[in-house]
C-alpha cells in the first residue's frame, strides 16, 4: 500500500479534491478516500495528518455520513491531528459529544472572520482579521470537552476550534478555495506546524508514479486508443501513455463537427510537427449532428456525445484488430479531476455523498457497457498540474497554454438544439475565432483561464446598413482561475469590449448584439450548459 502523508476522508464536497491539491503545492502527497472507509484502509497509508472533508449533509440528519469507527481513538493513541472542514468541523463536535444546530441564516460567500493568533493555525498571522469563503447552514453550538473556539464570524457563529492537547482542529470554512484570502497559510501551518509533515513530492514523482501504473495497467503486450482534441489535456494524456507503451498506443481523432474554427486542420499539423504521432482522422460530423438533432437539454446532448464517441472508438478498434491483428483494449481519455466531480458520484468511485452538478462526456455520459477498460492518466490531477506534468514531459507551449475545450464541444456552447439553426455552428466559430484572435492581438489570452463564445438561441432587432435586422445574439466569456473548481469573469476595458463586438457585428453578417458574461463560478458553472 502507498504511504501518503495527508490522507482526506471525502464526505461529498466540490471541494475535496482542491484539498489535495493545495497539499500537494506544499509537496507534501496526499491522498483520497471515501468517508465510509474503514480504519484499517485510512492506517494503511501511515498519515501524518487526517482531514475531513467537507458535504452537503447535515450531521444530525438520518444516515448521515460519519467517520471510520475508532478514528478519534487511533489518532489520539499515535499522535495523528486531525483537520475538519466545514462538514468535518460539524464531525469532529457531533461526534465528540457536542452540539450541532441549523444555525440562523445560512452562511454563502465571502465572509470576515476574528482568529484567535494564539492558536497554531494563526499563530504567525498579522491580523486576527481575515476574509474567508463560507458555505454551510449548520453550525456548532456546544463544543465538546477540552476544545475551544479560536474563530467567529462577524454574525459569532463559531468558524474555528481546536483541542490543542489532542491535536485536533475544525474549521467552518474553506481554507482551500482561493476566496480564502489566507486559506493556504492556514492550510501549511497544519501540514507543518502541527503534523510535521515532509516535502517529498513533486511532479517528477507523480510522473514517475504514473507512467509505472499505466505499465502495469496495461501490461506489456495490450494495445491502447487515445482520444486526441487538439487540446491540453489529450495532449498530456497521449504524451504521457506513449512514454509508457511506446507504439502500442494508437491517437485517432474525431471530428464530431462540433470543434472550434478549422481545428481539424490544426490537430493534423501539431500532432504531426510537434508531437511526431501519427493520427487517425475520422470525420464523424454528419453522424454526431444526426444524433443530436431535436435534443435541446443540456444533459441530454452531453449524454448523446458520449454515447456516439465511444461507439466511434469502438469501431475504430475493431478496425485496427482487422488491420494489425492487434487488440486495443484500453480507451485512454484525458479526464481531469475537475470533469469528474462535476458529474459524480461516477461508478465505482465510492463518493457517495456528492450532488451532481453536471455529467462529462468523459464521465457521466459513458454507457454502462463500454467496449474497452478506460485509462485516464489525470484524472486526479487539475489543470494547472496537467500543464506543468505536459511541460516536465517536453510538450510544447502551443498546446500548454491553449484555453480548455469542453469534451461535448460547441454543443454546450450553442444553446438548445445545435441544429435548429442552419448556421448556429458556423456563426460560433467564426464569433470564437475573432474573440481569440483580438485577445492574442492585445496580449490578453496568457492572462487569461478561459475564453469563449456562446450561441444564444434568441434574435434581437438593429439597424445594420440602415435598414432594420433581425439577426442572432452571441455572448462572450472570460474568466479566471487557476483550478477550474472557482473563477472570475475578466475585467475587459471597454474600449477592448467595444472593439471586439465592432469587428464580431461587421464581419459576421448573421450577428447584431454582443453581450458579456459577468458571472463568477459559483453560482454560475464556467460552460452556460
Not at 495490450?222 to 489529450?234: T, Y
Not at 446598413?465 to 474568466?479: F, P, W, Y
Request: net charge negative; hydrophobic share 40%.
Amino acid at each position: 500500500m502507498e504511504e501518503a502523508q495527508c490522507v482526506i476522508l471525502d464526505y461529498g464536497s466540490q471541494y475535496t479534491q482542491l484539498i489535495a491539491r493545495r497539499v500537494r503545492e506544499q509537496s507534501v502527497y496526499s491522498m483520497i478516500v471515501p468517508g465510509d472507509s474503514t480504519l484499517e484502509r485510512v492506517t494503511s497509508y501511515k498519515p501524518r495528518l487526517v482531514v475531513l472533508s467537507g458535504g452537503p449533509n447535515s450531521v444530525m440528519a438520518e444516515g448521515a455520513p460519519t467517520v471510520p469507527d475508532g478514528l478519534f481513538e487511533y489518532c489520539a493513541s499515535e499522535q495523528v491531528p486531525v483537520l475538519g472542514i466545514c462538514y468535518g468541523l460539524q464531525l469532529i463536535v457531533h461526534s465528540l459529544g457536542g452540539e450541532v444546530v441549523a444555525g440562523e441564516t445560512r452562511e454563502y460567500g465571502r465572509m470576515e472572520v476574528t482568529t484567535d493568533l494564539k492558536s497554531l493555525l494563526y499563530h504567525d498571522e498579522h491580523s486576527d482579521k481575515q476574509m474567508v469563503w463560507m458555505s454551510h447552514g449548520d453550525v456548532a453550538k456546544t463544543l465538546p470537552d477540552g476544545f475551544r473556539v479560536v474563530g467567529r464570524s462577524s454574525t459569532g457563529a463559531v468558524v474555528a476550534i481546536e483541542h490543542a492537547e489532542r491535536r485536533i482542529y475544525g474549521l467552518q470554512y474553506h481554507p482551500e478555495v482561493m476566496h480564502s484570502e489566507r486559506g493556504v497559510e492556514t492550510l501549511r501551518r497544519a501540514l507543518f506546524d502541527v503534523a510535521k509533515c515532509d516535502r517529498s513530492w513533486d511532479m517528477q514523482s507523480a510522473l514517475d508514479s504514473q507512467l509505472a501504473t499505466i505499465r502495469t495497467k496495461i501490461g506489456n503486450t495490450k494495445h491502447a486508443v487515445c482520444a486526441l482534441s487538439g487540446g491540453v489535456d489529450s495532449a498530456v494524456a497521449a504524451t504521457l501513455v506513449h512514454k509508457a507503451i511506446g507504439d502500442r498506443l494508437h491517437c485517432v481523432f474525431v471530428d464530431n463537427g462540433l470543434l472550434r474554427y478549422k481545428e481539424q486542420e490544426r490537430v493534423r499539423q501539431m500532432f504531426k510537427e510537434h508531437l511526431h504521432l501519427p493520427v487517425t482522422i475520422i470525420d464523424a460530423s454528419e453522424r454526431q449532428l444526426t444524433k443530436l438533432k431535436g435534443v435541446s437539454d443540456p444533459e441530454k446532448k452531453r449524454k448523446a456525445i458520449g454515447a456516439e464517441f465511444i461507439a466511434i472508438f469502438q469501431e475504430f478498434a475493431e478496425k485496427l484488430e482487422r488491420d494489425l491483428g492487434h487488440k486495443a483494449e484500453f480507451l485512454v481519455q484525458g479526464t481531469l479531476y475537475p470533469d469528474v466531480i462535476e458529474s459524480c458520484p461516477p461508478p465505482g468511485s465510492g463518493q457517495k455523498h456528492s450532488h451532481v452538478i453536471k455529467s462529462h462526456h468523459n464521465v457521466g455520459g459513458l454507457p454502462e457497457k463500454l467496449g474497452f477498460d478506460l485509462v485516464e492518466p489525470l484524472r486526479w490531477l487539475f489543470k494547472d498540474e496537467v500543464r506543468k506534468l505536459g511541460l516536465l514531459m517536453g510538450v510544447p507551449e502551443v498546446f500548454i497554454k491553449r484555453h480548455p475545450f469542453p469534451g461535448p464541444g460547441l454543443a454546450v456552447r450553442c444553446l438548445g438544439d445545435v441544429t435548429a439553426e442552419p448556421r448556429a455552428l458556423d456563426v460560433l466559430r467564426d464569433v470564437d475565432e475573432i474573440f481569440i484572435n483580438a485577445l492574442r492581438e492585445f496580449d490578453l489570452y496568457d492572462q487569461i483561464w478561459q475564453a469563449f463564445a456562446v450561441f444564444l438561441p434568441i434574435k434581437s432587432v438593429g439597424v445594420q446598413g440602415d435598414q432594420r435586422s433581425h439577426k442572432h445574439v452571441v455572448g462572450l466569456r472570460a474568466i479566471t482561475s487557476s483550478d477550474g473548481m472557482t473563477a472570475d469573469w475578466f475585467r475587459f476595458s471597454g474600449d477592448f469590449l467595444a472593439e471586439v463586438s465592432n469587428r464580431i457585428t461587421n464581419q459576421v453578417s448573421d450577428v447584431n448584439r454582443v453581450v458579456y458574461d459577468i458571472t463568477s463560478k459559483p453560482p454560475s458553472t464556467v460552460e452556460w450548459e
